[in-house]
DNA sequence: GTGGTCTAGACCACC
DNA sequence: GTGGTCTAGACCACG
């Protein structure tokens, strides 16, 4: 598995890197049980803090995706990956493989797709009522 | 035009300004040459530091949506208002007013929906070859 | 006598008006007691706020360049229109005319020149010793 | 690198700030990659609120001349010394160089330089046909 | 009235 | 360690 990370983005790097494990685990290129880099290896790998690295499998690990056995590295685990959420998001994805695909298409760039889910997403967050 | 923030989502407040002055202007509610609130009031009715809002206000200028107006006040710019841009967005509105209305049907929040638009503009990015 | 003003120059407009009543003075165009136009009348025709106008005779009056006639109107002076400035004026204006035109020759723009300039006037200020 | 800087001299800080950073860039002392100094480390330097510091940085990053990289830095971006902006100060500096010391030597202060220069600046677009 | 600058300091996010 | 956001409030400059 190789990441692409974008150090200009706007998204922090530990973030592009917890969604690309969380996407691999998704789309099962990581398998439960599968042993990640280790953290040293792969910030030098990346060319990445490893720090940086290290804050991304924590979270990881927060959120349930991968087990982190101190002095054996870092595994993939299949517990978090329950049906529930596994589930919206492969009922969502083909939503957004054809919108985004649909955007490019008219020409949109990256930037401007974002803004356009922000401002629905938006729209969404007002119909439940946010705040002033 | 009154404005919906949520200082809790994570999500900047100055942003989430700059967010909805853009959405505005893009769906034509506000025009070229409009008045925005002054920085001051606006910061009084949405219950925020005024620091804030120009804030918002300075980089709404920066990327050339309006104009700030030393004395007079902040103005809606004409020039980023071109066909091109505006074409492309208006068709693309119902494409993700759709899709993201049906994501979160299913039950994904805004997190999620984030993360599954990134994977599809990673998609798109790796087709046409990315770096590291 | 007709004025060029630039509202998007960062130069105040009431400098901008100062600036251009004094190089009338400074080349003879205004001569010691000429009349400027009403206030309001100049507003008018530059299409600018009167209180901006009225700023300017001001401080045209304070720094001696006019005499403003409560009632009847700005007059030009010839007080302050001392050798002193005036000699050091002309004197350097042919160092500028050449400079600037030179500068210009080589394609450095406005705001290219005015950097220009400034980082001279900052060498000079740290000569002279200024604060940290 | 140091700055120096005069709070009284009617010029914002921030800009004085930028401005000598910009200085450093074009004359070479600062080059690609170099780190400037952080935010609030500078502003102890200087005796100065970070927030100003944190100012001055975030416009030279919007000019091009720096990008800041959270949580690792301020740095001196590569874009904006090509070549052709840098000859063309190169070869102008010398220029303004003489013509601002010996103006300064003739007793103009900033003040009366700056007017000299905006002067020329307005014969020059005079020339090409201006506006009002 | 408008916006702009600067300060002081809290709290958070990233590397 | 780094920068980013936000607050509170003083004071100035422009129209």
């Given at each position: 598995m190789d990441f692409r990370l974008n150090p200009?983005?706007?998204?922090p790097i530990y973030l592009q890197l917890m969604e690309q494990v969380k996407h691999g685990i998704e789309t099962g290129a990581l398998q439960h049980g599968d042993q990640l880099p280790g953290i040293r290896k792969l910030a030098e790998v990346i060319v990445m803090n490893p720090n940086t690295v290290a804050k991304a499998y924590r979270e990881l690990e927060h959120e349930g995706y991968i087990e982190v056995r101190h002095g054996a590295g870092a595994f993939v685990t299949g517990?978090?990956?329950?049906q529930e959420v596994q589930d919206r998001m492969d009922r969502a994805r083909p939503i957004f493989e054809t919108a985004v695909t649909q955007a490019a298409a008219l020409g949109l760039n990256d930037e401007e797709i974002r803004r356009m889910v922000e401002a629905e997403l938006q729209k969404i967050e007002f119909r439940k009522g946010a705040s002033h």
């Open positions: 200009n983005s706007g998204v517990k978090l990956n329950n």
